[in-house]
C-alpha cells in the first residue's frame, strides 16, 4: 500500500491513546463517512501496521497500532498493557477527547494524553496523572474522566494536585454517580477552578457528530 499522512496519523492517535474503536478514529482522523474509515483501517491491518481485537463481549472490536505500525512512526515497538476492567474508562476518555476536539475546537496536538504525561515523568515512582491535558485560550486544562467511585481521599488528593498544577480542570461523571458528585459538590469552595461535566453529554454530542458528518 502507499502510504498517506492520514495513515501516520492513525498510528500516531493509536499509540498515544494506546487504542481505540473505529468510529473514534473516524472523527480524530477527519475520515469523511465510516466506510471509508473502515477501508483504510482494513488496509492498515492487511498491512501489518495495525492489529484489530474483539476482548470484551458487548464491545466493539478494539484497534492497535502493531509493531511494524510503531517502528513507522518512531516509538517503542513494545505492546502496551490493555487492562480490561479499564477499557470502558478508556473508550470514555477517548470520547470526551473528540469532544474537546470538535466542541472547544481544541487541535490534537494542543491534547496530551496520559500516557504522554507519564512519559514526561521519566522513571521512578509512577505519580497520578489525569487523564489527558489540553491548552486553549492560554489556559492548561486537566481532565479527569471517572466512571466508578474511588475513595474520598483519593478523589480528594487528585482535586488537590489539579487545582496546583493547572489553571482548570474538568471532571467527567455519570449522572448516576452521586458519590462522586458529592465529594466535587462539598469541594468546590476549596477548588474553585473544577467543572463538572455529565458522561451523556459527552457520548450524546460524539453519536451526533458522527451522524452529522455521515449524512
Given at each position: 500500500?502507499?502510504?498517506?499522512?492520514r495513515?501516520?496519523m492513525?498510528?500516531?492517535?493509536l499509540?498515544?491513546?494506546?487504542?481505540?474503536?473505529?468510529?473514534?478514529?473516524?472523527?480524530?482522523?477527519?475520515?469523511?463517512?465510516?466506510?471509508?474509515?473502515?477501508?483504510?483501517?482494513?488496509?492498515?491491518?492487511d498491512?501489518g501496521?495495525v492489529?484489530?481485537?474483539?476482548?470484551?463481549?458487548?464491545?466493539?472490536a478494539?484497534y492497535f497500532?502493531?509493531?511494524?505500525?510503531?517502528?513507522?512512526?518512531g516509538?517503542?515497538?513494545?505492546?502496551?498493557k490493555?487492562?480490561?476492567?479499564?477499557?470502558?474508562?478508556?473508550?470514555?476518555?477517548?470520547?470526551?477527547?473528540?469532544?474537546i476536539?470538535?466542541?472547544?475546537k481544541?487541535?490534537l496536538?494542543?491534547?496530551?494524553t496520559?500516557?504522554?504525561?507519564?512519559?514526561?515523568?521519566?522513571?521512578?515512582?509512577?505519580?497520578h496523572?489525569?487523564?489527558?491535558t489540553?491548552?486553549a485560550?492560554?489556559k492548561?486544562?486537566?481532565?479527569?474522566?471517572?466512571?466508578?467511585?474511588k475513595?474520598?481521599?483519593?478523589?480528594e488528593?487528585n482535586?488537590?494536585?489539579?487545582?496546583?498544577?493547572?489553571?482548570?480542570?474538568k471532571w467527567i461523571?455519570?449522572?448516576?454517580?452521586?458519590?462522586?458528585?458529592?465529594?466535587l459538590?462539598?469541594n468546590?469552595?476549596?477548588?474553585?477552578?473544577?467543572?463538572?461535566?455529565?458522561?451523556?453529554?459527552?457520548?450524546?454530542?460524539v453519536?451526533?457528530?458522527?451522524?452529522?458528518?455521515?449524512?
Open positions: 500500500m502507499k502510504l498517506m499522512e495513515d501516520l492513525i498510528l500516531r492517535e499509540d498515544r491513546w494506546r487504542f481505540a474503536l473505529s468510529r473514534q478514529i473516524r472523527l480524530l482522523c477527519g475520515f469523511p463517512i465510516q466506510r471509508t474509515c473502515d477501508r483504510r483501517l482494513k488496509l492498515l491491518i498491512n501496521y492489529e484489530r481485537k474483539h476482548i470484551l463481549y458487548g464491545v466493539p478494539l497500532p502493531a509493531h511494524k505500525g510503531k517502528m513507522l512512526i516509538v517503542s515497538g513494545r505492546a502496551d490493555i487492562k480490561v476492567d479499564q477499557i470502558a474508562h478508556d473508550i470514555a476518555v477517548v470520547d470526551t477527547a473528540i469532544y476536539h470538535l466542541q472547544r481544541v487541535k496536538k494542543r491534547i496530551t496520559e500516557k504522554e504525561l507519564h512519559k514526561k515523568d521519566g522513571f521512578g515512582t509512577r505519580k496523572q489525569p487523564d489527558f489540553y491548552r485560550s492560554d492548561n486544562y486537566a481532565v479527569e474522566v471517572e466512571l466508578t467511585a475513595s474520598k481521599e483519593r478523589l488528593k482535586l488537590q494536585e489539579n487545582f496546583m498544577a493547572y489553571d482548570k480542570q461523571v455519570p449522572r448516576n454517580q452521586t458519590k462522586i458528585r458529592k465529594v459538590k462539598d468546590e469552595a476549596a477548588y474553585p477552578n473544577v467543572e463538572v461535566l455529565s458522561l451523556e453529554r459527552i457520548i450524546d454530542f453519536k451526533n457528530a458522527g451522524n452529522k458528518q455521515e449524512s
